[in-house]
């Protein structure tokens, strides 16, 4: 084969699957169009989409397991009611239950049953609450542990703080910030554009500081 032309894609798809223990070369027909035609490729795609589902299942079920545990039940009647009832807790409900469906990282899925418990009795405001619900997607486990993290670390130092200790506090947040650990780094910033921390200058750096919207998270998440 000459070193400037590629294989075909047919080739490569056939490769890799013989290569991952999939199939062999010689199982798969390929029509016309470029579609593949296999019986071993179209068990491989069915349970693939089986198991896809299946996960699903499971964190929805988890999901209102987790929204109901701890609650007697007149309380979990009084929260399925609402649900039920009210438009805006029905619009929460179903769209906290989308991103459930759609969030394949497990260990969220108590953290979604608790932020509509949480929202369900905040006074925020609609779109607060609202951009609450759309950005816990995008933000994983680690991330909410580094605004946690930040909340108790960041911000101001207590008024009575020596100037040593002021100068201490904002070391100890840099040295969070950029202790060179790109998951963290890469936190900071989902963070910073979700709006959840800001970073406030000062003299001797930058502190970083938990705003409202981040509270009120953290709030919604306990």
Do not use: W
């Amino acid at each position: 084969m000459s070193p400037d032309k590629k294989p075909s894609r047919k080739a490569q798809i056939v490769k890799t699957l013989a290569k991952a223990g999939l199939s062999t070369a010689g199982s798969l027909a390929f029509g016309p169009a470029g579609g593949i035609a296999g019986t071993g490729l179209a068990e491989i795609v069915d349970q693939a989409v089986g198991k896809l589902r299946e996960n699903r299942r499971k964190r929805v079920e988890q999901f209102h397991a987790d929204l109901l545990a701890g609650s007697s039940n007149e309380k979990q009647q009084e929260l399925l009611s609402r649900i039920a009832n009210e438009e805006l807790a029905g619009d929460m409900y179903a769209a906290i239950l989308e991103k459930v469906a759609q969030d394949d990282e497990k260990a969220k899925t108590v953290l979604y049953a608790k932020l509509l418990r949480g929202l369900l009795g905040s006074p925020a405001e609609l779109s607060v609450k609202q951009h609450l619900i759309r950005y816990v997607r995008e933000l994983g486990c680690g991330d909410l542990l580094v605004l946690a993290t930040l909340n108790v670390i960041g911000g101001q130092p207590p008024e009575n703080a020596s100037p040593a200790e002021k100068e201490a506090h904002l070391q100890h947040q840099q040295e969070y910030g950029e202790q060179g650990d790109p998951l963290v780094a890469a936190a900071v910033q989902r963070l910073e554009h979700g709006g959840f921390i800001v970073r406030a200058s000062v003299m001797g750096g930058n502190r970083l500081d938990v705003t409202s919207l981040g509270k009120l998270l953290l709030e919604a998440l306990e």
